[in-house]
């Protein structure tokens, strides 16, 4: 009769990593991440955070920018002064909620439906996708001084070409009108930054799912039932992207109207982001500059944080 032997199996070498705890990966300590987020960090802290509390301090206090002259506490002063004072102040305020409110409809709108177009397969399709792209890399400064060209209203490109046309009486002095400065601007400002958010869209529309596109085909829906059942909800990041850019962008422009206006004629394309600078450099009152400029971020937040707090929200639901 056999008999069973009832000796301690042998352990194996590596029967012990068997009994090892399993790591997860991705989830590397904090302090094991430092050491690698440091440069960084260190970079954000320097040219962000700390620009960020330096301007906050400066707007409690009354200060000509001199180093030789010392910084006097003001209190809430340079922000009682830019509310009630300041003159210029709202005019700015105005031209800004103006500039982001078109912003959102002009060049989103445009951007969106260039996507669309180069899209779909069409002769030459890259080479018009650069060239609608092109604006966006160009230099603000640089495409001020085109445009400035541009709206000359003796040599201008625009007023020769409606003489061209017959469109004598539509000739008008662009840039030195006050009722047309800002929105003569603002045709460049979309002009150089469609591109981009026309490249984000580009780039939202690969996500699109093509077995839902063909499926409601199928399904005999037509192409907007398609575009606003499928495509549309398919865009929701791409959206939220889009417009926080594009908030952010238009609140601090400045080179654009810095070099075709300078926020004339008489203040009339005035924006708060210039009017800032013009505080702080031009009429050395560092404190209601600063006081601008925080005014500014808060405006940026309150417009900025609610929408991707209701992002967030609608992606979870």
Known sequence: MA????????????????????????????????????????????????????????SFMRWNGFPTVPQVWAGLANYRDILTNDTVFHTALRNSVIWVVLSLIVPTVLALLLALALNRRLLGRNLLRSA????????SIAVATMWTWMYNPNSG?????????????????????????????????????????????????????????????????????????VTLPALRPTFTVVLVLTVISSLKVFDLIVGMTNGG?????????????SQSF????????????????????????????????????
């Open 3 to 58: 008999t069973v032997s009832t000796a301690p199996a042998t352990p194996r070498p590596t029967d012990h990593l068997h009994h090892r705890p399993r790591r997860r990966r991705g989830k590397m300590p904090i302090l094991g991440a430092l050491p690698f987020l440091a440069p960084a960090l260190a970079l954000y802290a320097v040219f962000l955070l700390f620009p960020i509390v330096s301007a906050v301090y400066l």
């Open 132 to 139: 609608f792209y092109i604006p966006a890399v160009l230099a």
């Open 157 to 229: 490109l625009v007023n020769g070409t409606m003489t061209s046309l017959g469109l004598s009486s539509w000739i008008q002095d662009w840039l030195g009108d006050p009722q047309i400065a800002l929105y003569s601007v603002f045709v460049a400002f979309v002009w150089q930054t469609t591109g981009f958010s026309m490249v984000l869209f580009l780039a939202g529309l690969q996500t699109v799912p093509t077995d839902l596109v063909e499926a409601a085909k199928l399904d005999g829906a037509s192409a907007w039932q398609t575009f606003r059942n």
């Open 265 to 277: 004629p008489a203040q009339s394309s005035q924006v708060l982001a210039l009017w800032s600078y």
């Open 282 to 317: 031009i009429n050395h009152n560092f404190g209601g500059g600063n006081a601008l400029a925080v005014v500014l971020l808060l405006i940026t937040l309150a417009l900025v944080l609610p929408y991707l707090m209701w992002t967030l929200k609608e992606d979870e639901r």
